[in-house]
């Protein structure tokens, strides 16, 4: 699991869109990058875990590796660089990636609630969001293509302005 997974893992448990059974998996890395305590063992050996167990365990593994868990807001914006990136880089396709953005950050980061004047104007995202509710109004693979394409430069404008400024 590298630094970038270990990042969304954690947003995504903050704005508690991570499953239970996926926490373990950072446990796992830092054993196999050779450090290990008692509760990263622990964490790392949980089987069928629940978020109850597995939570605080978590935190605490990334509290022992001095790894600040971010806050609500932090964890937004990761997420949104994120998946983002990957649409505007071309290694998510359009579609799955605005399922992501909708599922993993929108939703569960209650950004409509943040919303002024457009849905998802709070970040910038009025322009992919009404883009992702486009989708189920297209039939033709031609205007899915066309969409698609669309979105790719939504993305790369969205990182340029909010993204580290490259898309790799």
């Known amino acids: 699991m590298t630094r970038g997974n270990h990042e969304v893992l954690m947003a995504r448990y903050v704005l508690g869109s991570a499953k239970s059974w996926e926490l373990p998996e950072i446990a796992d890395a830092f054993i196999n990058d050779g450090l290990g305590t008692p509760a990263i063992a622990e964490l790392a050996t949980m089987r069928n875990p629940t978020m109850a167990e597995a939570g605080p365990l978590f935190e605490r593994v990334l509290q022992e590796r001095g790894i600040q868990i971010p806050s609500r807001e932090e964890a937004v914006w990761m997420l949104l660089r994120h998946y983002l990136q990957g649409i505007a880089a071309g290694t998510t396709m359009p579609q799955e990636g605005l399922g992501l953005v909708m599922s993993q950050t929108f939703y569960p980061g209650k ?16 322009h992919l969001i009404g883009a992702w509710y486009e ?19 939504l993305a ?13």
């Open 111 to 126: 950004l409509y609630e943040t919303s002024r004047e457009l849905v998802g104007d709070s970040h910038d995202l009025a």
């Open 135 to 153: 989708y189920d109004e297209l039939y033709k693979s031609e205007d899915v293509m066309n969409l698609n394409a669309e979105v790719v430069k």
């Open 156 to 168: 790369q404008d969205w990182v340029r302005h909010h993204g580290s400024g490259q898309i790799s």
